[in-house]
């Protein structure tokens, strides 16, 4: 079976702080895809990043990265210098390679950012 | 990314009536799309695959007769709310995947229902 779970239900921070959410997955395949998504109020879901399990190396594209950790099945995402554009509401999925229409996403963690 | 467009954003119908949301990709072709739910300040819960010329396969718990699926071609998914009532009130989103079989899903905007 799998599981993601977001324990961080709201977060709020100010502009420019850095602030990390995270992700801890449960799942028995060997080979699964991890995503993040951010829906913005406008209820749109963006895609952001897919990880496979195979690929351990961190991630950084612009102001984000991401830390996966297989060890601890974890993968935390980082909003370095918050703005108050990254206010949304931000899903964690996973997926097995084997069934990929069955996506398992997280409660989600809403971030709002303070001017 | 590819685009994936949703019709309409929002919805207002009364109870017992259908009311029929639309999903088209348009810049590729999908033979799968796929519908999810989401309830206020919940996560996203797949209700059914929609499949391209064949049946709809729907979730645990779902019920295939109110929500009526019909993927008639490569590019347009619709899903029907029959006999709508106060508790189907939700955000419904679907995604749809430029590659079958890829991980890579692509969402739509999304319909707000309320039944009143």
């Known amino acids: 079976a799998q599981k993601v779970t977001q324990a961080q239900t709201e977060i709020s921070v100010v502009e420019k702080e850095d602030v990390t959410l995270d992700c801890v997955y449960e799942?028995?395949?060997?080979?699964?895809?991890l995503f993040w998504y951010k829906q913005p109020p406008s209820g749109e879901l963006v895609f952001l990043i897919r990880?496979?399990?195979?690929?351990?190396q961190n991630e950084i594209s612009g102001r984000y990265s991401w830390n996966f950790q297989k060890s601890t099945s974890s993968f935390n995402f980082t909003i370095t210098a918050s703005q108050v554009v990254d206010s949304a509401v931000y899903f964690c999925?996973?997926?097995?390679?084997?069934?990929?229409?069955?996506?398992?996403f997280g409660a989600g963690t809403r971030l709002t950012v303070k001017p | 990314g590819a685009v994936v467009s949703q019709h309409p954003s929002r919805v207002i119908c009364k109870s017992g009536t259908s009311v029929k949301i639309e999903c088209r990709s348009l810049?590729?072709?999908?033979?799968?799309m796929f519908w999810y739910r989401q309830f206020p300040k919940q996560s996203l819960m797949l209700m059914a695959t929609?499949?391209?010329?064949?049946?709809?396969?729907?979730e645990q718990g779902v019920e295939k007769d109110k929500f009526l699926i019909n993927h008639a071609s490569l590019t347009l998914s619709t899903l029907t709310v029959t006999s709508a009532h106060p508790e189907d009130s939700s955000f419904y989103i679907c995604?749809?995947?430029?590659?079958?079989?890829?991980?890579?899903?692509?969402f739509g905007q999304g319909t707000r229902l309320t039944v009143v």
């Open positions: 995604s749809a995947r430029v590659v079958p079989g890829d991980t890579e899903a692509f």
């Open positions: 799942t028995r395949d060997t080979t699964y895809y």
């Open positions: 990880r496979n399990s195979f690929d351990e």
């Open positions: 999925a996973l997926t097995p390679s084997d069934n990929n229409n069955d996506m398992r």
């Open positions: 810049d590729f072709q999908a033979t799968t």
């Open positions: 929609s499949n391209e010329g064949s049946k709809a396969t729907y």
